[in-house]
């Protein structure tokens, strides 16, 4: 990059010379403005970006100390050089104390000029590099909060428990304190081929995922207030939407108009009925998606969104069904989806329709927490078009079965079952780390007794739960340490320790100094060495 320089004197001479003393552009500057007087080089400062003035003290119309006073105005973080006459000697002290960079005598000669810009660009590499490093730790930071914020919400949406005591410090984190006050609606969209776009495969929906990811999390930045965006790795074509109960519909219309606008693209868009209360945003999530496949399978020919009021199935057939999948109980299995498929197929081929995508994504999500891919083929439940053939509830058992074997058959023998059970904890752990983690809280997530769970773990991890997630909690807390400037403080609260107290204490035990003597021991310009080695 080239420093731009702006030179202001009143005499053409000394500017030509000045030229001409050293080679600008081999030390990284670049000369692109000049000026005769004050007046000229402040319209320039206003129109133009520059690195370094160089000014005279005694010119017409303006001098140099007005220029100096309004050059800082414009750019305060401008390096300035003064150039005078040794009967000028006083302004050049007035310059001095205008913070300019250093001052020369006229004539100069071609070695202090040199020395002294040499000076100059050294500290505007330092300023350029200093930047540098806090646009990139507030990107850093910026992306951690997105991704943290997603897993919350993720952990929200899909019921995972999450202890009470760690709501209030999380919600208030990524404030959503209001939020769980409010009367809500889940809005769910995904892209779908569009009548409007030209036949070139490369418009395919695949292949602008992330456009519209990023135009979905620009239309929610146009409701601050409003809207909360999200959207699941495992699914990059489909993106979730809270909002406020009272815009949905205004915001699925955004939705379908600006994707089609920018994007030449038709949306599919499913809105899921109101609901107040965190306990209740899993069923707003799930009627969102439910309503987004009806949205799928009435045609592309009809844009308006879709609102599904079918029931969801009961709390406790979803953990049945969990159960008996993760234990490798297909008997049991069946005997539950056969209940449901003929119970809801009495009333309609659709609401059995409705019932076999509720228990695929329930066996998607279980796949995922096992590290497998979902089914024969990754996310087989995006596309309507694989339940059209579906007409009794024997071929919808039929489908649901052969997931559900070929997910058991890539599990291992029960010893070795319960190592994999262990592996998608440490998983879990790794991900939400700075939540409230219990032994307890997470036993039940894979419907094991806390105290047999406790036992299973040490074995399998090595270390008991308690050091597993404070390990793991430290390793973060590392990072940032490392890679930022938060406070100890900010640390404690973004890996999950609670509170700064007992942070320094583990601290300290562990690597027999304290998180702020880390940090200077383990600056980004220094070696990176953990210490533990």
Not at 283 to 296: C, F, R, T, V
Not at 483 to 489: A, F, G, N, R, S
């Amino acid at each position: 990059m080239m420093y731009n320089v702006l030179i202001a004197d009143d005499e053409l001479e000394v500017r030509e010379g000045l030229k001409l003393k050293v080679d600008w552009q081999g030390m990284g500057f670049a000369i692109s403005g000049e000026a005769a007087n004050g007046i000229e080089a402040e319209e320039l400062l206003k129109a133009e970006h520059f690195d370094l003035l160089i000014t005279d003290m005694n010119m017409p119309v303006m001098d140099g100390v007005q220029l100096l006073d309004i050059c800082r105005s414009h750019n305060p973080s401008i390096q300035i050089m003064i150039i005078t006459g040794f009967e000028d000697f006083q302004y050049a002290r007035a310059g001095v104390r205008s913070q300019a960079m250093d001052y020369l005598l006229k004539p100069v000669t071609r070695d202090e000029l040199k020395t002294t810009l040499y000076k100059i660009k050294e500290t505007l590499d330092n300023k350029k590099k200093v930047h540098g490093d806090s646009e990139m730790m507030q990107w850093r930071l910026s992306q951690y909060y997105k991704e943290m914020k997603q897993r919350f919400l993720l952990d929200l949406v899909r019921g995972h428990r999450l202890p009470p005591s760690s709501l209030p410090e999380r919600l208030r984190l990524f404030h959503l304190e209001s939020w769980q006050d409010h009367s809500i609606c889940f809005i769910t969209a995904g892209m779908r081929d569009s009548d409007i776009q030209t036949a070139s495969v490369e418009r395919v929906p695949e292949k602008l995922h992330l456009a519209f990811e990023l135009l979905c999390h620009e239309l929610a930045q146009s409701y601050p207030y409003d809207v909360q965006v999200f959207h699941d790795g495992a699914h990059p074509g489909i993106m979730h939407f809270i909002t406020l109960d009272g815009i949905q519909h205004e915001f699925a219309q955004q939705i379908t108009a600006q994707t089609r606008s920018v994007i030449t693209m038709d949306v599919q868009v499913g809105l899921g009925l109101p609901v107040s209360g965190l306990e209740r945003w899993k069923d707003g999530y799930i009627h969102s998606l439910l309503a987004w496949n009806s949205a799928g399978r009435k045609g592309a020919q009809d844009r308006v969104p879709v609102v599904d009021h079918s029931p969801l199935l009961p709390e406790e057939t979803n953990r049945m069904l969990h159960r008996c999948l993760i234990r490798g109980e297909l008997d049991s299995f069946r005997n539950v989806i056969q209940k449901e498929l003929t119970d809801s197929f009495r009333i309609s081929i659709s609401r059995m329709v409705r019932s076999l995508f509720q228990i695929s994504l329930l066996m998607e999500s279980i796949a995922i927490e096992f590290n497998q891919p979902p089914f024969e083929q990754e996310s087989s439940w995006i596309s309507p078009e694989w339940v059209l053939w579906l007409k009794t509830p024997e071929q919808a058992e039929l489908l649901l079965m052969h997931w559900a074997e070929d997910f058991v058959n890539q599990q291992q023998p029960s010893e070795v079952g319960e190592a994999t059970v262990i592996e998608s904890a440490k998983r879990y752990i790794e991900e939400n780390y700075m939540l409230e983690l219990t032994l307890t809280s997470l036993a039940e997530q894979f419907n094991y007794y806390p105290t047999y769970f406790s036992e299973m773990f040490k074995e399998a991890a090595g270390v008991s739960f308690i050091q597993y997630v404070t390990e793991v909690r430290m390793k973060h807390a590392l990072r940032l340490l490392k890679e930022t400037q938060l406070t100890v403080w900010d640390v404690t609260e973004l890996t999950g320790f609670r509170s700064p107290s007992y942070f320094s204490s583990k601290f300290k035990k562990m690597f027999h100094m304290s998180p702020s003597d880390y940090r200077l021991l383990h600056s980004e310009k220094n070696d990176n060495d953990d210490p533990k080695k």
